[in-house]
């Protein structure tokens, strides 16, 4: 009867390490590939493009730091990019349910003196962590221990890559940590998530991130999950102008062809009447034969 009632109250949150961009971002590509459901699917990443940038220019940031990490095949798949400043650790990429936790903590002390963390937009109590807050904050109010997550955010801090994946079932966490194995993980972990953190961070997934101050971390941009306007999604939009450009030939300066435009990804807020869609990529597919082994 106890087991029972612990699986209906969490969910395994599996956590692999990446000192390899590279291994990283197949490991990601691995996940899309098994149906792993991007909302279930965190990434945090230091953020060096933005770190470089300082103040003068954030707009953008996200799409500097996707390339700057050698993440960019996945941009049009995470939910929640954001890109982050942390003050005493450094900017950060992050992305779904344990980016959505950091970029919306607001830790303040409570009576006791410890920290206590709660979800933007909520006055529910997410946990109490003495003593830690930003990255290491967010790690424990998923579960994992103090040790474990001080452990994690020394690492990224100095430019590891954290994959996470919030599974349903024990079969799926089970099969994720094979995955990550699979991909030259050099740390996997294991924590239960109480199944009211995530009731309270899904809806900041689905919902219009804004470029905002909260607490001890610094929004610096972000992005809603992404319509893609030629793929399925051009009836959500109001400028069908931009859905004629699918398929258009792409020159450089020189004149020269480079390829055509495979899609044109949006911000998903500016479905609200009266917004224009404020295009976040423009995905461009080149080379290949009749569209096999063609590269984007």
Request: proline fraction near 4%; hydrophobic fraction near 40%.
């Amino acid at each position: 009867m106890a087991d029972k009632h612990k699986s209906a109250s969490t969910r395994s949150t599996v956590v692999g390490l990446f000192d390899d961009n590279i291994d990283a971002e197949h490991a990601m590509m691995a996940l899309r590939k098994a149906d792993r459901r991007p909302e279930q699917v965190s990434l945090i990443v230091r953020d060096r493009a933005t770190e470089r940038e300082g103040e003068a220019d954030r707009h953008g940031a996200i799409t500097r730091a996707l390339a700057g990490t050698d993440l960019d095949g996945v941009g049009d798949w995470l939910h929640g990019l954001a890109s982050l400043i942390v003050p005493q650790h450094g900017a950060f990429l992050v992305a779904g349910p344990l980016g959505a936790a950091l970029a919306s903590v607001s830790a303040s002390p409570d009576e006791a003196g410890s920290q206590r963390g709660s979800v933007a937009g909520s006055n529910a109590q997410v946990t109490r962590i003495p003593d830690t807050v930003g990255l290491a904050h967010a790690l424990v109010a998923f579960g994992l221990s103090e040790d474990e997550a001080i452990y994690l955010e020394h690492r990224l801090e100095a430019g590891s890559t954290l994959i996470a994946v919030t599974a349903p079932n024990a079969r799926q966490a089970q099969a994720t940590r094979h995955l990550f194995a699979e991909h030259q993980a050099v740390h996997i972990g294991t924590a239960e998530t109480d199944e009211r953190v995530m009731e309270e961070i899904e809806p900041l997934l689905d919902g219009t991130p804004e470029t905002a101050e909260s607490g001890n971390v610094v929004v610096a941009d972000a992005v809603a999950p992404l319509v893609h306007l030629c793929r399925g999604d051009a009836h959500r939009t109001s400028r069908p102008i931009l859905i004629e450009q699918c398929g258009v030939e792409v020159v450089d300066r020189d004149g020269a062809e480079v390829g055509i435009v495979d899609d044109i990804l949006t911000d998903a807020h500016p479905l609200t009447p009266g917004r224009n869609p404020e295009i976040r990529y423009v995905v461009i597919a080149f080379g290949g034969l009749l569209g096999i082994g063609r590269h984007h």
